[in-house]
């Protein structure tokens, strides 16, 4: 639905190069922005330190992912075959001592659900799937997973301001510089 | 990726200052492409027409699909799993050959994608996407066999730990069981590595859409990705974890699957060699089937400067390698079954192998097997073989078939002569085992044809991502360079000055 009322999402600013786009957005850094990203087609090494940002947390969620699969895999296991369904066969008696046997599928349901939990984690961190964006209303923003490198600068970034946010990214070296607005 | 060639000496040596010797990397993609082409040329294959020669392989691996695999198991379902040739001795047959022989083509992908990922072995960036797709297609096949040998297809949910009206549960002491969860969490693994490296190249087709639906579909599958750092630092994380989460999860499942053979007690299967013999023997296979598939689509896409002649070369080694280890491990059974002293297990070696023993009906089978591959990958140590394409492809195809016959050995020699002479039989595949046999190579193909047609056949992010130019610090390094005096090589010893990436 158009309202014709627009909100301005912040600014967008092309780099030539990734390297150009590294030393910028270290720049960026440094005037201490908060709400902006760096857009490549691909990751740059180096860039998480360059943007300020840490660790990804997701070995943190993965974990524990890895940990219910373990313990889904040791209940299902001696649930099934020692309290419900206890039988001897190939001579292995329906007690603990059983363990050994039991390790391929405790293997298994770990990877399965660390697997899922890096995926689903993945997806939450990163805030997708999301298909609706302000920065698909740029028309140059197309090139960002081509070979496109873009800096925005959101507006609720506490430090933007309508001139010397445009004013900065330009002295950073940014070309193209556009002020995006979302459709509201 | 690390080189191992050695420094060599500077060929000049009338410089004044000290020339520091620089062996530069080699680079993995031809011609300087830049990131525009890489773009076009991998996208453009999703958003062209296809070639006649992909319709010619499309339509009739379809066919054969539908018509081996439809009609096959139709029929089998219908009448009883009587229809092949499996009888009371030969209670596997060709339906568990055919399994383990799939299942062990989709090893080289798990391994491009996530063994090659964690050794930092940047070439794999150009076949990962590809390989692990034929993963997935030779997973699905591979799934078509034990889900019907089951006997009664309709219950095969009984595999599944669910709880039912007898209050019967799964024994899980068993390896075919944990072959079950190997399985389907290999296909599961597999399917999620191979998504996420996708979201990203389906955005780049996403945003170079013209119309509408294609727009849409893109859109839907690539889930709004944007490429924004605080994106993509999730994304390598999750990425280097799925490595490092299917590394153990690919040598897990060819040894479980060595495990259906070896914890029994029929002589010839009960060696603790067989999960590392399995497990080299899947890569094997499974690097051959990726070469059988990579040389002829470089050629019909114009993927040569991506697809170089290096990775053919790798890959070749590889198999060579791999092919020793296979070789080892054949001719160590074969010895310590004679030096075990166990005349029931050299009994069985004997009977394979037709050594002082007239009673061998499949010496032929294992000789075959030996000569594809044992032999066939020796022509690998050849430099003019790993750069003529013939011969790889040639090679590659024998190990194809050398690899189908040696689960043939194991599972059809085996149970041909096992312990009571009484139960002795020839086994002859019926009619219905070769339509399904042939029909899941059909619908391997046509699945692979379709991932042609409809995702990205190569990981566009991460070539990029492995161009000389995607590194930040190129410049100032090549600045480095200059102050100290430096001269650049190439592995081969020749200067070459600056480089431009």
New interface residues.
């Given amino acids: 639905m158009n309202t014709g009322i627009k909100k301005v999402y912040g600014y967008l600013a092309r780099f030539e190069t990734a390297t150009a786009l590294y030393k910028a957005a270290a720049k960026v850094r440094d005037k201490g922005f908060k709400k902006w990203d760096s857009y490549s087609s691909f990751p740059i090494h180096g860039m998480d330190d360059a943007m300020g940002l840490g660790r990804s947390k997701l070995p943190f969620f993965v974990f524990f992912g890895g940990a219910a699969g373990l313990f889904t895999a040791i209940a299902l296991q001696f649930g099934t075959q020692v309290y419900l369904y206890p039988t001897v066969v190939q001579a292995k008696p329906a007690n603990l001592f059983t363990i050994p046997a039991y390790f391929p599928v405790m293997f298994e349901l770990t990877v399965l659900l660390s697997a899922f939990t890096t995926l689903f984690g993945m997806l939450a961190l990163s805030q997708l799937p999301r298909f609706n964006h302000p920065l698909f209303e740029s028309k140059q923003f197309a090139r960002a997973t081509d070979d496109g490198f873009f800096i925005a600068i959101e507006a609720r970034d506490p430090r933007f301001n309508r001139e010397q946010t445009k004013e900065f990214l330009e002295e950073i070296g940014g070309t193209d510089v556009e002020l995006v607005e979302e459709q509201l | 990726m690390a080189s191992e060639a050695t420094t060599t000496q500077p060929a000049a040596a009338d410089v004044k200052r000290p020339k520091l010797e620089v062996l530069e990397r080699e680079e993995l993609i031809l011609n300087n492409r830049?990131?525009?082409w890489i773009?076009d040329r991998i996208c453009g294959i999703v958003e062209n027409r296809m070639p006649l020669l992909w319709w010619l392989i499309f339509i009739p691996s379809a066919l054969v699909a539908m018509i081996g695999v439809g009609g096959g198991l139709t029929y089998l379902v219908s009448t009883g799993v009587g229809v092949w040739g499996n009888n009371n001795s030969l209670m596997w047959g060709w339906p568990i050959v055919n399994f383990v022989f799939w299942i062990g083509i989709g090893h080289a992908g798990t391994l491009i994608s996530a063994i090659l990922f964690l050794t930092r072995q940047n070439w794999r960036t150009s076949i990962n996407r590809a390989a692990e797709a034929m993963t997935i297609f030779a997973v699905c096949c591979a799934g078509i066999f034990p889900a019907f040998h089951v006997g009664r297809v309709w219950m095969a949910w009984f595999l599944a730990?669910i709880p039912n009206a007898n209050?019967?549960?799964?024994?899980?002491?068993?390896?075919l069981?944990?072959d079950v969860?190997?399985v389907s969490?290999y296909f599961?693994?597999s399917l999620?590595?191979w998504?996420?490296g996708m979201v990203?190249d389906l955005?780049?087709i996403?945003?170079?859409a013209k119309n509408k639906i294609r727009k849409f579909a893109y859109?839907?599958l690539s889930?709004?990705?944007?490429?924004?750092?605080?994106?993509?630092?999730?994304?390598?994380?999750?990425y280097l974890?799925?490595a490092a989460?299917s590394t153990?999860?690919v040598l897990?499942v060819h040894t479980?699957v060595s495990?259906d053979f070896a914890?029994s007690v029929v002589p010839g299967w009960h060696t603790t060699i067989f999960p590392p013999y399995f497990v080299a023997g899947a890569i094997f296979g499974g690097f051959a089937m990726v070469l059988t598939l990579m040389i002829p689509v470089r050629k019909l896409f114009g993927l040569e400067d991506l697809i170089t002649m290096k990775h053919i070369d790798n890959m070749a080694k590889i198999i060579a390698f791999t092919g020793c280890l296979v070789g080892y491990a054949y001719l160590m059974e074969l010895f310590i079954a004679w030096y075990g002293q166990n005349k029931f297990e050299w009994a069985a070696f004997a009977k394979r192998t037709g050594l002082g023993e007239d009673d061998a009906p499949y010496a032929w089978a294992y000789y075959c097997m030996m000569t594809c591959n044992v032999l066939a990958p020796q022509f690998f140590w050849v430099k003019w073989c790993r750069q003529n394409l013939w011969v790889v492809m040639g090679v590659a195809m024998l190990v194809n078939i050398g690899m189908w016959f040696e689960r043939f050995v194991i599972i059809v020699t085996t149970l041909a002569r096992m312990w009571l002479p009484g139960d002795w039989q020839y086994y002859h595949p019926s009619p219905v085992d070769i339509m399904t046999f042939v029909g899941t190579i059909g619908m391997f193909l046509a699945l692979f044809m379709l991932f042609l047609r409809f995702l990205p056949c190569i990981n566009?992010?991460?070539v990029?991502?492995t161009l000389l130019?995607?590194?930040?610090?190129?410049?100032e390094l090549e600045h480095a360079k200059e102050e100290a005096g430096a001269q650049s090589f190439e592995a081969g010893g020749q200067a070459i000055g600056k480089k431009q990436g």
Avoid: C
């Fill in positions: 830049s990131l525009a773009t730990p209050a019967i549960w799964q024994n899980f002491k068993s390896p069981l944990w969860f190997a969490t599961t693994v999620i590595f998504y996420i990203p955005a780049s996403r945003d170079r859109g839907v889930l709004g990705w944007r490429g924004g750092n605080r994106q993509w630092r999730h994304y390598e994380m999750a974890l799925l989460l153990p999860l897990s479980i495990f914890t566009i992010a991460e990029k991502w130019s995607s590194n930040v610090h190129r410049d």
